[in-house]
């Protein structure tokens, strides 16, 4: 069922447990993520990052994708269809093509730019029945071709832009795309607590899921993270499932070679991945 990701995210910070996004790439992992939140009975976030959107030909064919898929497999979970890091064109395009939410990341404008953008963009989904996912601070490191320093979020910043009514908040506190360096200090729990204090109800999001520790995941959902996002790690997972076939001398066995047999460790992987995630964010039989 494809829905927006308002009422599974107000639901997750009354239930202090966090929703899963996870980034999309192709037909496989679109499947594996469905079919997962199927048998665990949760709701999911499907992103798509601008890139990804493009290397599958653009939103429009992400979009009727995903419907037909989650038709056609039968899921009866909410499942959001959703732009992560969105910019303000790629926003509107993703409106046009019947995505159930967007991200718009004004996180590189200054603070009045992204209030005036992030207020626009508001009203506009809102009208449309869309969430929106706004952010303040900016999350380190690089996702397919977004770089950011990974600059703490200001608070008062972050309630500027919880009052134009987003739906979700990606604030940065110290979280970085891809693989976390040797030595990361960790994340900054004091400016997430101080963000939550000046945000109330809003539902937080933590950026770059990937390889942070349990402990600091489910301190951060105490302190009002409910969505966390999660795309390298279903990579990692996928790369080293394919590389093991392959190393093995798999796709030299009879028909091994066929895509279906050549993909379905990778995407037996994704949904190992995918299951850890949620058992860890709490989201399993909340759907
Ligand atoms: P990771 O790739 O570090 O899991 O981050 C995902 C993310 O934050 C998507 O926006």
């Not at 320093?149 to 910043?157: H, I, N, Y």
């Amino acid at each position: 069922m494809l829905v927006s990701a308002k009422d599974m995210l107000v639901k997750a910070k009354e239930g202090h447990y966090a929703v899963g996004q996870f980034n999309i790439n192709n037909l496989e992992w679109t499947k594996s993520i469905l079919l997962t939140a199927e048998e665990l009975k949760s709701p999911v976030i499907l992103g798509v990052s601008e890139g990804a959107g493009k290397y599958m030909t653009g939103f429009g064919t992400v979009a009727a994708m995903v419907k037909a898929m989650d038709e056609s497999l039968g899921i009866t979970v909410p499942v959001a269809l959703h732009l992560d890091h969105g910019t303000y064109d790629g926003c509107y395009k993703c409106i046009k093509a019947g995505f159930t939410s967007i991200m718009f990341d004004g996180s590189h404008y200054d603070i009045d730019e992204n209030v005036a953008k992030t207020s626009e963009l508001v009203n506009v989904s809102h009208q449309l029945g869309i969430s929106i996912e706004a952010e303040v601070g900016s999350i380190g490191g690089e996702e397919d071709g977004v770089i950011g320093m990974g600059e703490c979020a200001d608070p008062d910043e972050c309630k500027r832009i919880a009052d134009l009514g987003v739906d979700m908040l990606a604030a940065g506190i110290g979280n970085i795309h891809g693989k976390y360096p040797e030595g990361w200090p960790g994340l900054r729990f004091d400016v997430l607590d101080a963000i939550q204090q000046k945000t109330g109800v809003m539902p937080l999001v933590l950026h770059g899921g990937t390889g942070i520790p349990a402990d600091m995941i489910k301190k951060a959902i105490t302190l009002g993270v409910s969505k966390i996002n999660v795309n390298t790690e279903c990579q990692l997972s996928f790369a080293d499932a394919t590389r093991k076939y392959i190393e093995a001398g798999k796709d030299l066995e009879g028909k091994g070679f066929d895509p279906r047999k050549l993909l379905a460790p990778g995407a037996e992987a994704i949904k190992a991945t995918v299951k850890e995630k949620m058992e860890l964010f709490g989201s399993v039989g909340k759907a």
